[in-house]
């Protein structure tokens, strides 16, 4: 069997403490009820603390779950809840386009793929859910970064790597790209991350109308443009599933 962190599993027993229960504890309650030392205690409270885990109430000194937490698990069901709510509307996608389908979110300085549909016909195929692609020369990831301020951020502070000859990496035509992606509502990637392949991705909002996702049709460039230009009737399918995923979430009319 393998081993285990013992201060790692004494943490997840303090959070564990904290969210049932009394709201808040003291030092003396959660050392006595766990069987630990006060020191050893206040000292996988303070590191909690620092991480936002963990909050102490200035007046009586006792701890409660911190912002960080509930943050995460928010984030987890945010995720879980956005691809639930897309996988009718991303298969229609994907059988109405012939090509591939992704949802993906930020996460860290990239797009994390958390959702992939197969292009419709026998060829071979790779589950690609898991993956990331990076920020600044994906058409998922434009469309985060243009309408995600902390998306936005690491894209513009994160090195733009030239993966392509046509991979965009000037930030003042960068941030021209993330403006005219505001403007139209849709992002694209023609040979910018991979050679032979094209993308077109629009975001999916939640119910407060924040940015919380993209979808993307993903494909070879002969299939996915037309003398040079993105076909619009592709563009038109990926924007009405990002409206359609949006409303299921609760976001209205765009």
């Known amino acids: 069997m393998a081993r285990t962190i013992q201060s790692l599993e004494r943490a997840a027993a303090v959070l564990r403490l904290l969210a049932g229960g009394e709201r808040r504890l003291g ?19 303070r590191t909690l603390q620092q991480e936002g885990f963990v909050e102490q109430d200035p007046a009586s ?19 879980h809840e956005l691809r639930a709510r897309a996988l009718v509307w991303t298969d229609d996608l994907a059988r109405s386009s012939g090509e591939s389908v992704y949802l993906g979110v930020l996460h860290q300085q990239g797009v994390l793929i958390v959702h992939h549909v197969f292009r419709p016909d ?11 692609q990076p920020l600044h020369s994906t058409a998922l990831g434009k469309v985060l970064a243009a ?4 998306a936005h951020s690491e894209a513009m502070d994160s090195e733009r790597e030239a993966l392509t000859a046509r991979t ?5 035509s960068f941030e021209e790209v993330l403006e005219l992606t505001r403007s139209r509502g849709w992002a694209a990637d023609v040979e910018e991350t991979w050679e032979g392949v094209a993308s ?7 119910r407060r109308r924040m940015p919380v996702g993209a979808v993307a049709v993903t494909g070879a460039v002969e299939r996915v443009c037309a003398d040079g230009e993105i076909q619009p009737r592709l563009v038109a399918a990926v924007r009405d599933c990002a409206r359609a995923v949006s409303r299921d979430l609760g976001a209205g009319r765009f």
Do not use: C, F
């Open 27 to 45: 030092l003396s309650d959660i050392a006595s009820t766990l069987g630990l030392a006060k020191g050893t205690a206040h000292g996988l409270l």
């Open 61 to 79: 000194g006792r701890y409660q779950l911190g912002a960080e937490l509930l943050r995460l698990g928010n984030s987890y069901l945010d995720v």
């Open 122 to 132: 026998d060829s071979r195929q790779v589950l690609e859910v898991g993956a990331m």
């Open 147 to 150: 309408y995600d301020p902390v």
């Open 168 to 172: 965009i990496t000037d930030p003042e």
């Open 200 to 206: 077109i991705a629009a975001p999916v909002h939640d």
